[in-house]
Structures are given as structure tokens and as C-alpha cells.
T-cell receptor
Framework: EDQVTQSPEALRLQEGESSSLNCSYT??????LFWYRQDPGKGPEFLFT???AGEEKEKERLKATLTKKESFLHITAPKPEDSATYLC????????????FGGGTRLMVKP | GAGVSQSPSNKVTEKGKDVELRCDPI?????LYWYRQRLGQGLEFLIY????????KSGLPSDRFSAERTGESVSTLTIQRTQQEDSAVYLC???????????FGSGTRLTVV
């Protein structure tokens, strides 16, 4: 069974204070690891897909990296508008096309 | 349409009543998914449709839950004899082929009183 664990559950940062969110996973035959952003009252918004260890993707202040056991979402010099819940999900070889999600990290960036 | 559309956005129902939730996927997306998100928790897979194949119902929590999809268009999720533990946000997503990331709708917030 595919499993995804995200840490920390919640993270408070000052504006400009860089940090990283962790996503640890176990999966049989990784087909993709996904990062989403979710704002209150809205559906998750797609950020990145990573397919193999060593891969990196960047978008504005966010950079996602992938190893064989975990993924990190690095946030550089965050702004208050980066406050949201960040969700990690995996698509495994034995789970059809469904994504298995972690519990998310709730990020709060204070001005 | 431009995005995944879900209706209603909010639904309050009495315990024991049946509810229907609707999802209109992105035009041309063959794969459609339903997920449930309880307050403060992650997303829980419910059911997956891919084209004309038999749906993957492995995530449905009980036989009170069912879903249908007509071709590659609208899907409805039906919950019969609702219980308080059914209160959650029900999210629908679609993708072009079933491989890769999804596009989510804004969800239906269901409250069972």
C-alpha cells in the first residue's frame, strides 16, 4: 500500500525566512510525485510533478526536489501570499491511476 | 469548460436523507476522480473513472456511496441515508489520460445535521 507522510503539520515563518517542507513516501514503482497548493475553501492547485530521483522543478519562490524516499519543497524568501496548505501525493505502479495524498503542511507566513 | 465545475458548492442535509453531488470535468479529459477531505485531514480517494472502462470503486467507504459517469462528461456522486460522519468536502478532479497530475474543482462542502 502506498503511503505518504508530510512534516511538519504546521509551519510559521516570518516573511523572508526560507525553509523546507518534507514529504516521505513508500510506493511500489513510483510513476510520479506531485505537489499541490490548497487555499482555504478551494480545491488543490497543481504545482509540480517529479518523476525520478535527482529531478528538480522551480516556480517563483518554490523549488521541489526528489530522492528515492522523500521530496522537499523549498520556499525561498516567502511572502504572506505563500500562506496555504501544501499537499504531496504519489502515483504508484500498483494503484491504478489514483493519487495517494499526505496530510499536508499548513504554512503561515507573517509580514 | 475552462476548469472543473462542481455543484452545489455547499449542501446542508438532514441525517438519513440522500444527496447528489455533481461534477463537470474539463472538456476532453477522459479520467475523473472523486476524493473526500474531512476537516483538517488529507484527501481520501473514493472512485475513479477512465473512459469507457469499469470504474475503480475501491475507495468507496460503504454501499451507501455510489457514482456514475456518462461517457466522458458529467459525473454524479450519490450518498444515500447520510450520516454525520459523511460531513466533509467532496472534491472532483479530472485529467487528460489518467497519468500525471489532476485539475481539481473547488469542491462541495457537505454538512449532515
Amino acid at each position: 500500500e502506498d503511503q505518504v507522510t508530510q512534516s511538519p503539520e504546521a509551519l510559521r515563518l516570518q516573511e523572508g525566512e526560507s525553509s523546507s517542507l518534507n514529504c516521505s513516501y513508500t510506493v511500489s514503482g513510483l510513476r510520479g510525485l506531485f505537489w499541490y497548493r490548497q487555499d482555504p475553501g478551494k480545491g488543490p492547485e497543481f504545482l509540480f510533478t517529479l518523476y525520478s530521483a535527482g529531478e528538480e522543478k522551480e516556480k517563483e519562490r518554490l523549488k521541489a526536489t526528489l530522492t528515492k524516499k522523500e521530496s522537499f519543497l523549498h520556499i525561498t524568501a516567502p511572502k504572506p501570499e505563500d500562506s496555504a496548505t501544501y499537499l504531496c501525493a504519489v502515483q504508484g505502479g500498483n494503484a491504478g491511476n489514483m493519487l495517494t495524498f499526505g496530510g499536508g503542511t499548513r504554512l503561515m507566513v507573517k509580514p | 469548460g475552462a476548469g472543473v465545475s462542481q455543484s452545489p458548492s455547499n449542501k446542508v442535509t438532514e441525517k438519513g436523507k440522500d444527496v447528489e453531488l455533481r461534477c463537470d470535468p474539463i472538456s476532453g479529459h477522459t479520467a475523473l476522480y472523486w476524493y473526500r477531505q474531512r476537516l483538517g485531514q488529507g484527501l481520501e480517494f473514493l472512485i475513479y473513472f477512465q473512459g469507457n472502462s469499469a470504474p475503480d470503486k475501491s475507495g468507496l467507504p460503504s454501499d451507501r456511496f455510489s457514482a456514475e459517469r456518462t461517457g466522458e462528461s458529467v459525473s454524479t456522486l450519490t450518498i444515500q441515508r447520510t450520516q454525520q460522519e459523511d460531513s466533509a468536502v467532496y472534491l472532483c478532479a479530472s485529467s487528460l489520460s489518467g497519468v500525471g497530475g489532476y485539475t481539481f474543482g473547488s469542491g462541495t462542502r457537505l454538512t449532515v445535521v
